[in-house]
């Protein structure tokens, strides 16, 4: 792939409790035109909801959400991932993101964390929490000196607000949750899932 940012518009993070939802959950996704899905590391269903969407949704682009330490790498890559997304960085985590060989997208909420990434020549970032570090107006403002660097925010995106950041020119994609209502995922009402993608995937600004 070129970038995870120009995938779709939005990126779909998930949270997945049980992995014998995570076919038919990728699935409904990819139908409403958001192939591109990031998995979060935050239940123990996650890995092996990475694993089976690689295996058995091709049409998919998986990742893997909240990589916070080697080991999440590792065991990301392992999985079948094929982007990681972390909500920040480290060095150490940075090292580990750049061996696995995938695209990825460490976390950013101020001037100095892009500048240092820039410094280490990575210029796609996660902001994230996107609403509580300054949405829009903030990201505006880093355009101008810092135009090299684009961004996926995250945190608090909404249906609403996703077209604002879309128009930014340094704003490639988002990522959200609102096409994931608790309630559909609950009922298993893929095609709510699939309806709510294809409004999510028609946002390109």
Known sequence: MTSVLDLAPVIPVVVIENADD???????LVAGGLPAI???LRTPA???????????????VVGAGTVISAANVDAAVAAGARFLVSPG?????????????????????????????????????KFFPAEAAGGTAYLKSLAGPLPQA????????SLASAPSYLALPNVGCVGG?????????????????????????????
């Not at 684009?150 to 995106?157: A, D, E, K, L």
């Not at 009922?187 to 309806?195: F, H, I, N, P, Y």
């Open 89 to 125: 960085w480290t060095d150490r985590l940075l090292d580990a993101m750049r061996r696995s060989g995938l695209p990825f997208l460490p976390g950013v909420s101020t001037t100095s964390e892009v500048v240092a990434l820039l410094e280490r020549g990575v210029t796609e970032m």
């Open 22 to 28: 995570a076919v038919p959950l990728a699935r409904a």
């Open 46 to 60: 996650a890995l092996d909801a990475i694993r089976a969407i690689a295996a058995e949704v091709p049409q998919a």
């Open 38 to 40: 990031e998995v979060t």
């Open 150 to 157: 684009r961004f996926c925010p995250t945190g608090g995106v």
């Open 177 to 205: 949750t609102w096409m994931l209502p608790a309630d559909a995922l609950a009922a298993k009402d893929w095609g709510r899932v699939t309806a709510l993608a294809a409004e999510a995937s028609a946002l390109r600004a």
